[in-house]
């Protein structure tokens, strides 16, 4: 069964860090584009980044751009999303994605999703 599991979630202080895993197992990982999304109370999930199969391209909505990093670890089967200077604005709960590729990597969708995990930054 393929199954992704994301971790590393919590409460933070404004200006703070936490680093996300998205651990996968049931499927090769080099073989899929991963993309990190975000949803907050009463709004739609949105894109955050992705990271294609090799690892070769990344994408970062405008928001997170210089202040988020995604990278992986195919012989890990795992993808990181390390996350600094944390903005309350960033409090919602993180899913990672396994899909075929990148394109349109802003638009949720699958065919996998990790079951979330919740970030909260407030002081």
């Known amino acids: 069964q393929v199954q992704l599991v994301e971790s590393g979630g919590g409460l933070v202080q404004p200006g703070g860090s936490l680093r996300l895993s998205c651990a996968a197992s049931g499927l090769t990982l080099d073989y899929y584009a991963i993309g990190w999304f975000r949803q907050a109370p009463g709004k739609e999930r949105e894109g955050v980044s992705c990271?294609?199969?090799?690892?070769?391209?990344?994408y970062y909505a405008a928001s997170v751009k210089g202040r988020f990093t995604i990278s992986r670890d195919n012989a890990k089967s795992t993808v990181y999303l390390q996350m600094s200077s944390l903005k309350p604005e960033d409090t919602a709960v993180y899913y990672c994605a396994a899909r075929a590729s990148c394109q349109n990597w802003m638009a949720p969708g699958g065919p996998y999703w990790g079951q979330g995990t919740q970030v909260t930054v407030s002081s």
């Open positions: 990271t294609s199969s090799s690892g070769a391209f990344t």
